[in-house]
């Protein structure tokens, strides 16, 4: 059973980025000891994993009532973009679903698990359920939280520099942790940055890997007095890819020219003369945000790390020295006085990419 499991897992990762507000789901059918269909829900607006599943069997020509189908999320019960996999189960005749874990989307949680059993199917949860349960949790925290999954990213130096004490910061990294940082880019919905950071690089937050299409993040950035030039990447091409400019600036006049340019001016409360990022995450929820990147400089990390909003950390490691001063580190503008009050994080993974390390860490 849990190979079973374990293969659904397998296929749901190949909807990484595609499914965007959507959880990624695969499902296995197994009769007489033999998988008979396979599934996983490849984008948003796609067939779910269940239904992908149903119609790879049928394609196949077997015949799936009395089979058991593994799946890695509670079959949804209402209609959306698709109907209900709980009617496409019930309809074909399986007759028993092992789920992984309960969705915790408030249209499901539960509904979908007994809407199968009053159909007198066996249903069965918790197989590799935390295995789910991390594949799926930026749309877990969404659903409970609803505010975005903040995913922090840097590149140092093992000396911990971001930079030479020239400023110059290009490359720490070689291009198979680039690519890696890219493929990030296309995994969340969105990718933000602060002014300071827009302004020096004049970034234009797409993605672009080699023979790899993905989709591009949805644009945010920091911008208290709205200082972004209208000739930067980041207007130049917002009728392309959806950019929002969060602001304090409340005066229409000035928001005219960015509106034309087809950006979204997002008024947001001030906090020390600057965005409340707080208030600013609250607003990107009631969007339907679930993840945001972010690729800013030193000090919105800094004030994102104080405001208490980072759910993990992606630290990649060049190896190199390059010494400098103090203002060149991934974090500045805030800091604990203590060690006992750092915000602490375990480590999920060290994956090395080429010469370089990532280090993929989790908030606690």
Not at 63 to 74: N, R, W
Not at 112 to 137: C, F, M, P, W, Y
Request: glycine residues 8%; contains cysteine.
């Amino acid at each position: 059973m849990k190979d079973y499991m374990q293969e659904a897992l397998d296929l749901a990762q190949l909807g990484q980025g595609w499914t965007r507000s959507n959880p990624m789901v695969g499902a296995v059918i197994v009769k007489n000891d033999q998988v008979i269909g396979r599934g996983y829900h490849r984008k948003y607006g796609g067939l779910h994993a269940e239904r992908e599943a149903l119609k790879d069997a049928s394609e196949k020509g077997h015949d799936v009532k009395g089979a058991t189908m593994y799946v890695i999320l509670e079959p949804c019960c209402h209609f959306g973009k698709t109907p209900p996999c709980t009617h496409a189960l019930i309809e074909a005749g399986i007759e028993k679903v092992v789920v992984a874990t309960t969705d915790p989307n408030p249209l499901v949680a539960g509904k979908g698990i007994q809407e199968l059993r009053n159909h007198h199917i066996e249903v069965e949860t918790g197989l590799l359920a935390k295995e789910s349960e991390d594949l799926n949790r930026k749309f877990n925290y969404f659903m409970t939280h609803q505010r975005p999954y903040v995913t922090m990213k840097y590149a140092m130096t093992l000396d911990g520099r971001t930079a030479a004490y020239t400023g110059d910061s290009q490359w720490i990294t070689d291009k198979i942790a680039r690519e890696h940082v890219h493929y990030q880019r296309h995994s969340n919905q969105a990718i933000m940055v602060g002014i300071g950071t827009a302004l020096l690089d004049d970034p234009s937050l797409t993605v672009r890997i080699d023979d790899f299409e993905g989709i591009n993040p949805i644009r945010i950035v920091c911008d208290t007095s709205l200082k972004l030039p209208l000739t930067s990447q980041l207007v130049a091409t917002a009728k392309e890819t959806p950019t929002i400019i969060a602001t304090t600036n409340q005066n229409p006049q000035d928001h005219q020219a960015y509106q034309a340019a087809g950006c979204q001016l997002l008024v947001v409360n001030a906090k020390n003369d600057k965005v409340d990022l707080v208030d600013l995450i609250t607003q990107l929820g009631h969007q339907g945000i679930q993840s945001i990147y972010v690729e800013g400089g030193s000090r919105l990390n800094a004030s994102l790390l104080e405001a208490g909003l980072i759910q993990e950390i992606h630290t990649y490691i060049g190896p190199k020295v390059i010494g400098g001063f103090d203002q060149y580190s991934p974090i500045s503008g805030f800091g604990f006085p203590q060690m006992d009050q750092a915000l602490t994080s375990y480590i999920q993974a060290i994956t090395p990419l080429g010469k370089d390390l990532l280090i993929e860490s989790r908030v606690d």
